[in-house]
């Protein structure tokens, strides 16, 4: 069993900062990236920002400069920086950890951006 467990959402305002965790734990067969992605009400869940356990990241075009993924593979966690937070960036953010053979998802974490 593989548990996801995201934290650091929560309310900020236009412009603010947060940073979100994702600590995973259990039976990995070998981890291939971790990252994020966020479902806002009405939308279809999205790509956020992927980290590989190499380092190389991908970032959805519209939050790069703005968003920052980092990782620490010997905690298996990985963090979301988020800047300059914008109410369109109001949504569920879901912690996701691909291994050589599975997708694993969180349970998600509200962060919500006032206007």
């Known amino acids: 069993q593989v548990q996801l467990v995201e934290s650091g959402g929560g309310l900020v305002q236009y412009g603010g900062s947060m940073r979100l965790s994702c600590a995973a734990s259990?039976?990995?067969?070998?981890?291939?990236?971790m990252g994020w992605y966020r479902q806002a009400p009405g939308k279809q869940r999205e790509l956020v920002a992927t980290?590989?356990?190499?380092?190389?990241?991908n970032y959805a075009d519209s939050l790069k400069g703005r968003f920052t993924i980092s990782g620490d593979n010997a905690k298996n966690t990985v963090y979301l920086q988020m800047n300059s937070l914008k109410p369109e960036d109001t949504a569920v953010y879901y912690c996701?950890?691909?291994?050589?053979?599975?997708?694993?998802w969180g349970q998600g974490t509200q962060v919500t951006v006032s206007s």
């Open positions: 259990g039976s990995i067969f070998g981890i291939y990236a």
């Open positions: 980290i590989t356990n190499g380092g190389s990241t």
């Open positions: 996701n950890l691909q291994s050589y053979n599975n997708y694993y």
